[in-house]
């Protein structure tokens, strides 16, 4: 059974520009989350898709955005990049009726220089 | 106050020995437990999930929820070098809300 995949892997971006991560869930998931993982805040919220629509949303500015497809998969961008945005950036999928925990995907490492 | 806090460690154990991990939060509406592990440059692998207050067991894991307390735990026994990893409590309000992570305890099981 295929797992969480996210594409790419990695990312080196310079400041100022505009960026979009991409996860295909596991098959029959139809919820999907994001987080952003660094040393010092650790793994922190940003949204949650369910059928396409945003269910839930983290304390993260407005240049965070997302959107899920019809197929589940979902992209998240990040505009206007600062140097603060490097991070890990982990998708994770469920179910999203009953919670039996999240699957996570490797995530992206993004750079901004 | 965090809503959740974990000790960063480091933690260090020889092989064999039993291992005690453990986050306490400070948010009484969370309901679910979960306990992630997170091996370099992967995403983070649930362990454990538990719902409410109790003891669940899964081989050498068993973990332990203490509403009361507002304290949560992860018992390893006899650690072996591939549990050596960065573990995470997680937890949230509904079942289907955001989770809110500890920021992780790292371990290192020596040989």
């Known amino acids: 059974k295929a797992g969480v995949t996210q594409t790419p892997r990695y990312l080196i971006k310079t400041r100022g520009q505009q960026v979009t991560l991409s996860c295909s869930p596991i098959?029959?998931?139809?919820?999907v989350s994001w987080y952003q993982q660094t040393p010092g805040q650790g793994l922190q919220f940003l949204f949650e898709y369910f059928s396409e629509t945003q269910r839930n949303k983290g304390n993260f500015p407005g240049r965070f955005s997302g959107r899920q497809f019809s197929n589940s998969r979902s992209e998240m961008n990040v505009s206007t990049l600062e140097l603060g945005d490097s991070a890990l950036y982990l998708c994770?999928?469920?179910?999203?009726?009953?919670?039996?925990?999240?699957?996570f995907g490797s995530g992206t490492r993004l750079t901004v220089v | 106050q965090k809503e959740v806090e974990q000790d960063p460690g480091p933690l260090s154990v020889p092989e064999g020995a039993i291992v005690s991990l453990n986050c306490t939060y400070s948010?009484?509406?969370?309901?679910?437990f979960m306990w992630y592990r997170q091996y370099s440059r992967k995403g983070p692998e649930l362990l454990m999930y538990?719902?409410?207050?109790g003891n669940k067991e899964d081989g050498r894991f068993t973990a332990q929820v203490d509403k009361s307390s507002k304290y949560i735990s992860l018992f390893i026994r006899d650690s072996q070098p591939s549990d050596s990893a960065t573990y995470l409590c997680a937890m949230s309000v509904g079942g289907s809300e955001k989770l809110v992570f500890g920021k992780g305890t790292k371990l290192t099981v020596n040989p």
């Open positions: 948010n009484s509406a969370f309901q679910y």
């Open positions: 098959s029959g998931h139809r919820s």
């Open positions: 994770a999928s469920s179910f999203g009726t009953q919670h039996y925990g999240y699957t």
């Open positions: 538990t719902y409410s207050s």
